[in-house]
């Protein structure tokens, strides 16, 4: 990254707000969607004192305190729950550049935790500066690096990672493809004894049935279900995601399937907006023009774009790339209707998904697979906080919640693309208005 960067990163760094924490912010006359059910109250005040929420309710009954206070008008506006990115990947130290810019690109489209997917030592520092708030970012959970066919290739490799990780004290084992049967085993028996999850990619030799059977915290990319419904056994080689095995993929199956993974507790995060750019209808230069890839370096949007070009020449039928989306779309729809947790999540940064601009159209991807706005918000907000047992930390709005709010223009419940139309975000208690997140972002543009 060139050093109009560097030197952008010490910025975003320095001019992070104090850890004042009797800083008070008022919103007024807002319509708050509290994210507890599917509801929408109006005419409300919200008081945030340092990074809490500490008072809901009508004007008549909640006052603005007296002395420094931030009102912010809510009239005609919508406040909610920051919503999260359940796969994400933060960049390494070796550019803080461009790491300190994509964390601001999460929270610059309402994101306000990650769940990184990809971890590295680094990260862990990352997440102790966000929760003490000395950095723009949203709160990070982080894996460590991932089990693969080469770190993870044997049994003792598997539980020797294990207990590493645990004891460095990352949030969960990130499983990519490639662990073979007999080190998984001994991966899954050891993260169960040491009291850690993993989740992520189901590999080949795994299968889904022993990934459902050793009780995945969340399978990622909904990987391994084409396979399964195709009938696939463990060990069949399946191309991306299955796609190599569409041809006998029974969609009748899928009933088994969510029933099998609901009666698992295994959660669900689809990162559907991948599939969608890859088999989609549009063409990867005018996916390259979506918002957000201007932000990005031009050498990362064209691999990304080649990459796109690239499937399409070697899947160039139409209709088969159809059918593939609309298995998944029929797996989210059934798997959510059988009762399986899903979780927000669209792989960003990754093809054509720079980090934070993907989530609206991950959310918008749900919608067409069948959920109502207001489940595909559910996703990324109280789901997540049941996802790591923190309901009484964030997730809804709602008295003693961590202030991590996205103030919106109109009612997202009505339309899932509101969810874009954003006023300000607000993070740990700390306020970035719209037109401070465009200040900030123009200064990345390529």
Request: charged share 20%; proline share 7%; no cysteine.
């Amino acid at each position: 990254m060139n050093v109009r960067l560097s030197v952008l990163a010490l910025s975003v760094l320095a001019t992070a707000p104090a850890r004042a924490q009797d800083t008070v912010i008022a919103f007024t006359d807002v319509t708050v969607i509290p994210m507890d059910r599917e509801r929408a109250i109006p005419g409300q005040t919200v008081i945030v004192r340092g990074e809490r929420i500490v008072e809901i309710g009508p004007a008549s009954r909640v006052r603005v305190p007296a002395g420094p206070t931030r009102i912010i008008d809510g009239r005609g506006k919508f406040l909610m729950p920051g919503v999260a990115e359940m796969h994400a990947h933060i960049p390494g130290a070796q550019n803080p550049a461009f790491q300190a810019q994509v964390l601001f690109m999460y929270l610059a489209n309402g994101v306000t935790t990650i769940r990184g997917m990809l971890g590295a030592p680094q990260h862990l520092t990352l997440r102790e500066q966000a929760a003490r708030r000395e950095i723009w970012s949203p709160t990070i959970y982080t894996s460590g690096p991932s089990f693969n066919g080469n770190s993870a290739p044997t049994p003792e490799a598997a539980r020797r990672m294990v207990e590493e990780q645990r004891a460095a004290g990352y949030d969960f084992l990130k499983i990519h493809p490639g662990v073979p049967r007999a080190a998984f085993d001994t991966l899954a028996a050891t993260a169960q004894r040491v009291g850690i999850r993993f989740s992520g990619h189901v590999p080949v030799d795994v299968a889904l049935e022993r990934a459902l059977e050793a009780r995945y915290a969340s399978i990622d990319h909904i990987d391994g279900y084409v396979e399964w419904l195709a009938g696939a056994a463990p060990g069949t080689a399946s191309g991306f995601f299955g796609f190599a095995l569409l041809d006998g993929a029974d969609p009748s199956r899928i009933p088994a399937a969510a029933r099998r993974t609901r009666e698992a507790g295994v959660w669900i995060v689809p990162t559907q907006t991948l599939f969608e750019t890859m088999a989609g209808g549009e063409t990867p230069e005018a996916m390259a023009a979506w918002p957000g890839h201007e932000y990005l370096p031009p050498g990362m949007v064209l691999q990304w774009t080649t990459n796109v070009r690239n499937f399409r020449q070697q899947n160039p039928d139409p209709a088969r790339l159809a059918r593939y989306l609309q298995i998944r779309r029929d797996l989210i729809r059934q798997l959510h209707a059988a009762g399986v947790g899903l979780l927000l999540g669209s792989d960003a940064p990754q093809w054509m998904n720079p980090p934070g601009f993907s989530i609206h159209r991950e959310l918008a991807s749900y919608v067409r697979a069948g959920l109502t706005p207001y489940q595909a918000l559910e996703a990324g907000t109280r789901n997540v906080a049941r996802f790591f047992g923190a309901e009484n930390e964030f997730g809804t709005v709602a008295v003693r919640r961590r202030a991590d709010l996205v103030l919106l223009d109109a009612n997202p419940l009505e339309d899932i693309a509101n969810f874009e139309r954003q006023a300000g975000v607000m993070v740990r208690g700390r306020w970035l208005s719209r037109e401070d997140m465009a200040r900030r972002l123009a200064q990345y543009r390529q």
